[in-house]
């Protein structure tokens, strides 16, 4: 998420200074590709968390349950239901990008215009999902954080530990 805030601060600045005053870009090509680019690096920075950011959600509103209401940012729930939107939409973009792939051509490889042409306009679809998760992800630790603070000897447990608790208890 800090990656992608970087990526996000850094197209900031290159916005402001290759646009005029009405957001026209000055040399559209070239802030295509800028632009095509930051949807990219983007993506990669997100691939770390993709796996494991179900998990991060189910856990940050296990956490948010259990917080004292005077600990609790109104704002959390609606950023957590963001970031459960945006990952939704990011997993269908995903399989909908896998079937792209697999219906090019053989001869469409990384590299070739077929096949960088339709990953990028993967990467375009799939950006403002990825911005969600770079601009609302931070309620995740914030939420981590205040559970830390409400109950430094109480650790909550996460979804998968209660699970795994629950059926030690029965055994």
Known sequence: MR????????WDAY?????????????????????SQRDADTAQAFETLRYGARHLLATAQAQLTRLPENTVQSRWAYQLGVLHTALDRLDELHEQWLLTRDALPATAEPGTA?????????H?????YLD?????????????????KAAPS?????PALASAQRTATRK
Do not use: M
Request: charged share 30%; no cysteine.
């Open 114 to 122: 077929d096949f960088d042409d339709a990953l990028a306009e993967h």
């Open 132 to 148: 969600d998760w770079a601009t609302h992800g931070k309620a995740l630790r914030e939420i981590n954080t205040a559970t830390r």
């Open 15 to 35: 916005s402001d200074e290759h646009t005029d005053l009405d957001g026209w870009p000055h040399d559209d090509h070239t802030y295509g590709l800028r632009k």
């Open 3 to 10: 990656d992608s805030q970087k990526i996000l601060d850094a």
């Open 124 to 128: 375009a679809e799939s950006w403002s």
């Open 154 to 158: 109480q650790p909550v447990p996460t």
